[in-house]
Structure formats: C-alpha cells, structure tokens
T-cell receptor, first 112, second 115 residues
C-alpha cells in the first residue's frame, strides 16, 4: 500500500522567511496530493491540494510543487507569519484502494 | 454547526471495557473515514465507507475494532476489550468524492484514555 514520508519533522523559521516541507510517496499510481494544517488542539484543515496532471499550484503565500518522476512533492510558504505555526501533514490518494494516506507531519514554528 | 460532529469528545475507560464512538458527517457527503492520531504523529488510516459500504479496513487493525455506517449516514466505531495501547485521538472525516479530488472535513475527534 501507499506510504508517505515527510521531512523535516520540525522546522523553525524567522518571521518573514520561507519554509519548505518535503514529502515522498511510494505508489506511482497516486494522483492526488493534499496538504493539511493542524493548529494546536484543533482539527486538520485542507490548505492546498494538487493533482498529478499539474506541476505547481499557488494560493497567495503557499504553493505546492509535484515531481511525479521522483515521487515527491513539496509545500512552500513564503513571508511566514506567526499564525503559520502549526503541524502540516502531506497526504496522497492511493488510486488502487482510493483512500487518503497521511504523512507523519512537520511541526512548523515561526519565530516573531 | 453543519460540520462533522463526533461524540463523545473525551472517553476514559478501564482496560478490558468496550467503547463506542459516534460520527455524524456533513449530510451530503458520501464518504466517511476513521483515523487514529497519537501525539506527534499523522492521522493513521483505520477504515472508510462510501455510503453504507465499508470499502477497506486497515490490515494493521485488530479484530477488536469494528465500524458501521448504517443507511450511509452516521457511523460508529467500537473497540472491544480495550488495551492501554488504544489510547489515542480518534478522528472522523467526511468528504464528497469528486473524481480524484477529495477534500476531507474532520471532526474534533474523540480522545480515548484507557487506564
């Protein structure tokens, strides 16, 4: 089955700097890659997603890139703000069984 | 609030007891997932439904775990003969499948503590 790995597990950046979180997946048939943000004590919420027929997608300060050949995708946050501090989970949709599998998460801290 | 609702929010039980959790998804959503999350980890897939049909149960999941979704609406997750290792946050999520895109809406979870 699908396996999603994520790096780094923790990340600290200064406010205004950029943050990059990288994920790899194992099932070459996976074709949908969402990212979720979970603030402390709250439920995960979708922040951006990308399908396999697209190499990059942007939404204001966040962007996701996908390299299907290498089976990895990344989340980029520019001009980080303290409210970006949270745990970020990447995920992949395993086509064969059609379910969403999550990575272990990256705890991002934005230092004011 | 028309979001995903989970009950109870917290459950404390003694080892060996049975527990049941309930999830009420967003009404028009056809998919419902159960995940388990421990501190510092990502949501671990347990099982999921499309309408009333259970599509898959994690191979790593003990036979003590069972889930139902009668009539394709709410779902229940039962854990029999609980063990301390079952202590975790149990998250429910629902979605409206649109080809490959699948935005999951999560509930607030049920925090289980097994003493």
């Amino acid at each position: 089955g699908e396996n999603v790995e994520q790096h780094p597990s923790t990340l600290s950046v200064q406010e205004g700097d950029s943050a990059v979180i990288k994920c790899t997946y194992s099932d070459s048939a996976s074709n949908y890659f969402p990212w979720y943000k979970q603030e402390l004590g709250k439920r995960p919420q979708l922040i951006i997603d990308i399908r396999s027929n697209v190499g990059e997608k942007k939404d204001q300060r966040i962007a996701v890139t996908l390299n299907k050949t290498a089976k990895h995708f990344s989340l980029h946050i520019t001009e980080t703000q303290p409210e970006d501090s949270a745990v970020y989970f990447c995920a992949a949709k395993e086509t064969s069984y059609d379910k969403v599998i999550f990575g272990p998460g990256t705890s991002l801290s934005v230092i004011p | 609030d028309t979001g995903v609702s989970q009950n109870p929010r917290h459950k404390i039980t003694k080892r060996g007891q049975n527990v049941t959790f309930r999830c009420d998804p967003i009404s028009e959503h056809n998919r419902l997932y159960w995940y388990r999350q421990t501190l510092g980890q990502g949501p671990e897939f347990l099982t999921y439904f499309q309408n009333e049909a259970q599509l898959e149960k994690s191979r790593l999941l003990s036979d003590r775990f069972s889930a139902e979704r009668p009539k394709g609406s709410f779902s229940t997750l039962e854990i029999q003969r609980t063990e301390q290792g079952d202590s975790a946050m149990y998250l429910c999520a629902s979605s409206l499948l649109d080809r490959e895109n699948e935005k999951l809406f999560f509930g607030s979870g049920t925090q289980l503590s097994v003493l």
